[in-house]
């Protein structure tokens, strides 16, 4: 059955479950609590967390030079058993150039464990790039990677929506469409409907301008929901408990019709500096993670 159709059909009764579940993932950073960079010893033992919370066995990263990642990370998830999707950030040519290098260095050697490689995170959304640009780096990267790895982008579920991204869609293998009801301002009540139809626009979209559900590979690249209380957007109240609502109904239902998603974040990452949102209020972002920075869970994280 289309993505888009299921999507709809949970969109409307989110308590029913298909009979195979989709793939959880986390989203992880590249740094520890104080804002040093993690070693290779720091990704097993954040492997090792995240299996015992939650079962999953893949992580996506965003700045694959940010903190010599590849070095560290891919050695500990060959060892833990772990897929790692790597990231480029187009956004600046150096930091484009130097991500580009650093899987390039290691692609070959690391197949088995590079699930796959996203160009840009939300790019679309910020308007660095038009469609074509992107397009354009896309190309660029695959290129020079070994024939078979994965290559696409990540962007916020608008941007997929209303046809920003249409010029990419023939030249990716995946997309990762990221979509926070907490950013819509949603209420909890109306958080998994938010989060589900968000999905539903971007995808019926992706799935008619590629001319079906299996032309490509179609993940919720980020959701998620601040756990600090007063990092409030709209309705949308931060939480421990408004985040457990939300991972349990919103994005646990995703997962149980079978769908592939990567929750935002892993961790906490408490040295993130303070920031104020477009509301003027705090953007707390450091407490988004699923776990404390010292790796504990905050809820049941099993879907």
Same mark, same amino acid.
């Given at each position: 059955m289309r993505f888009s159709t299921v999507v709809a059909a /949970? =969109? @409307?009764a989110p308590a029913v479950v298909s009979a195979a579940k989709g793939t959880v993932g986390f989203a992880l950073g590249t740094k520890e609590a104080d804002g040093s960079c993690k070693t290779q010893d720091d990704y097993e033992a954040d492997f090792d967390a995240i299996k015992s =919370?939650?079962? =999953?066995?893949?992580?996506? *990263? !965003?700045? %694959?030079?940010?903190?010599n990642m590849t070095k560290a990370i891919l050695p500990a998830a060959k060892a833990k058993g772990v897929k790692v999707v790597l990231g480029i950030w187009p956004d600046v040519e150096e930091s484009f150039n130097n991500d580009l290098n650093a899987i390039t260095a290691v692609a070959e050697s690391y197949q088995d464990?590079?699930? &796959?490689?996203?160009v840009g995170s939300e790019t679309l959304y910020r308007g660095n790039f038009t469609g074509e640009e992107l397009k =354009?780096?896309?190309?660029?990267?695959?290129?020079? +990677?070994?024939?078979g790895m994965k290559v696409g982008t990540a962007d916020s579920w608008n941007k997929f929506a209303d046809g920003t991204a249409d010029a990419i869609i023939g030249s990716v293998?995946? +997309?990762?469409?990221? %979509?926070?009801?907490?950013?819509?301002g949603a209420s909890r009540d109306n958080a998994t409907?938010? !989060? /589900?139809?968000?999905?539903?626009? @971007?995808v019926t979209h992706i799935e008619k +301008?590629? &001319? &079906?559900?299996?032309?490509?590979?179609?993940w919720n690249g980020e959701t998620g929901w601040p756990t600090a209380v007063g990092t409030? !957007? &709209? @309705? @949308?109240? *931060? *939480? /421990?408990d408004n985040a457990k609502s939300f991972f349990q109904n919103g994005f646990c239902a995703l997962i149980d019709w079978g769908f592939n998603a990567f929750y935002f974040e892993a961790f906490d990452e408490p040295w993130k500096p303070a920031s104020i949102g477009d509301n003027g209020k705090a953007a707390d972002e450091t407490t988004w993670g699923a776990m404390t920075a010292d790796r504990k869970a905050k809820f049941a994280l099993k879907c």
């Open positions: /949970l =969109a @409307a =919370a939650s079962g =999953a066995t893949i992580v996506r *990263g !965003y700045a %694959a030079a940010d903190c464990v590079i699930y &796959g490689v996203t =354009a780096k896309i190309e660029t990267v695959k290129s020079k +990677l070994p024939t293998d995946m +997309l990762m469409v990221n %979509a926070f009801a907490f950013w819509q409907h938010v !989060y /589900l139809d968000d999905m539903y626009q @971007a +301008l590629a &001319g &079906g559900s299996d032309k490509i590979e179609i409030d !957007y &709209g @309705a @949308a109240e *931060g *939480g /421990l």
